[in-house]
């Protein structure tokens, strides 16, 4: 009896904490999905989804030493170099090595294109051509031995060296050079340019040496885009034609921070050319920095919007210069030549519209329309034996729109202020120049030209 009512004690309570437990658990389960409803993410946005990791494109080398490249400077390495160059070409971001510690022989070689995009050609050692015309093959062109063609996106860069070994070149008889007490021995003849792009664009030439190139170190025709920065160029004073950077029918051009000294123009700007903007170039010995020649044989030439600006020139024959021949045609325009130091340059500011370089060009009407060019901030020494300014415009075809400002050029020897030479040049001065240029410069704007004449181009 008595272990019968302790048996239904025992189950009454086993029901109580039963009943307790399962109720505790319906709370507590309530309570949290009472919390659960607090923080409901159904009314937000979905979180984004994890971007893909950015992975750099994987970039190819091919060296020319893996194509069967010798580099030992007297090997013709030419098939090696085309076939590296087909392979990386057609190869996406794609790296053509020319590897430090060798020197490879390349005769006239021709680089076409189109690439795929990425295409760098890194030159850390030494590319030459055969040495002098007398080695170069018969069947080669004697104008041209490195041409890209048609490229699009390249970079050329490296630590290394193009050697053009000029030396044999600039001695033919057929070379304008000097002779004896200050002729000039005949030419032009054949040389070949050492760099050449043809019909190119969106590329980067950057921290190579270049140097005694036959004819010009550099050469652009019919490209646009182009960035040229930390070149070092360099060739004799006397070696002829070796103009550092020529640009012809070319736009959108950024040189940049290089050193040039050779023997003709450190930066030549032909025509159809605009938007180009030279800047930091030290110059010298050189023939300074030039828009020209334009206008030869008849020719008609349009250059535009040119910016030459924090540039040293020193020991050259000229500074900034521009120079046509008469019976040109087009117009150089919208040119500015800011914050450049001379240090004994013979002809600091230049133009002549009378370019010749023999005794027998005849007189011509035509001329080309030089406008809008405005000198500012430019000092240092000139040579004594030529005006610090001359302007030489044609007759027909006076200079029109000159201005100058902060103009500052002394002797390098001696205290005696050359005068400054102007014939049929319209223009102002902004501020006091020295030399002065009272009664040099015209005033106003001719009557025999019109304003449309100055937009023809």
Not at 252 to 279: L, M, P, R
Not at 393 to 420: F, H, K, R, W
């Amino acid at each position: 009896m008595i272990f019968s009512q302790v048996l239904s004690l025992a189950i009454c309570i086993s029901s109580c904490y039963l009943f307790l437990f399962v109720r505790g658990i319906i709370l507590h389960s309530h309570s949290e999905n009472k919390h659960l409803r607090t923080i409901s993410r159904i009314s937000l946005p979905p979180s984004p989804a994890p971007e893909a990791a950015a992975n750099p494109p994987t970039t190819t080398i091919f060296n020319v030493l893996h194509f069967g490249a010798i580099g030992d400077g007297a090997t013709d390495d030419t098939e090696a170099f085309k076939m590296a160059w087909d392979t990386a070409c057609q190869t996406q971001s794609a790296t053509l090595l020319v590897p430090v510690g060798y020197s490879f022989m390349l005769l006239s070689t021709f680089f076409a294109g189109p690439c795929k995009t990425g295409l760098v050609f890194q030159i850390d050692g030494t590319i030459m051509p055969p040495d002098g015309p007398a080695s170069w093959p018969l069947n080669n062109s004697k104008r041209q031995w490195l041409v890209f063609y048609r490229i699009n996106g390249m970079s050329m860069q490296g630590g290394g060296v193009i050697d053009g070994r000029g030396d044999k070149w600039w001695n033919l008889p057929c070379k304008p050079h000097k002779g004896i007490n200050g002729t000039t021995l005949p030419g032009p003849c054949d040389s070949p340019v050492a760099v050449r792009f043809v019909m190119s664009s969106n590329l980067t030439v950057q921290g190579l040496k270049v140097k005694n190139s036959p004819q010009f170190h550099f050469r652009f025709d019919g490209c646009q885009y182009i960035l040229v920065d930390k070149l070092k160029i360099n060739a004799p004073a006397q070696s002829p034609n070796t103009d550092g950077i020529h640009i012809e029918n070319t736009n959108n051009v950024q040189i940049h921070n290089s050193v040039i000294s050779n023997g003709d123009d450190c930066v030549s700007i032909g025509a159809g050319c605009y938007n180009v903007d030279i800047k930091n170039i030290t110059c010298g010995p050189s023939h300074g920095i030039s828009i020209g020649s334009l206008g030869m044989r008849n020719t008609r030439a349009c250059v535009s919007n040119i910016t030459v600006s924090d540039c040293v020139i020193k020991n050259s024959d000229n500074g900034v210069r521009i120079k046509t021949w008469q019976g040109g045609s087009g117009s150089v325009s919208s040119i500015t030549f800011n914050n450049i130091f001379m240090d004994q340059v013979r002809n600091p500011i230049i133009i002549d519209q009378y370019y010749c370089i023999t005794k027998n060009c005849p007189n011509q009407t035509a001329a080309v329309h030089i406008n809008g060019i405005l000198y500012t901030n430019i000092r240092g020494t000139y040579n004594i034996r030529s005006p610090p300014m001359s302007f030489a415009c044609s007759d027909s075809t006076p200079c029109t729109n000159l201005t100058l400002s902060e103009v500052e050029l002394l002797p390098a020897q001696g205290n005696i202020l050359a005068d400054p030479f102007c014939w049929n040049a319209y223009g102002d001065t902004e501020t006091l120049n020295i030399p002065p240029l009272y009664n040099c410069l015209l005033e106003g704007f001719p009557n025999l030209l019109t304003q449309d004449y100055v937009v023809q181009c």
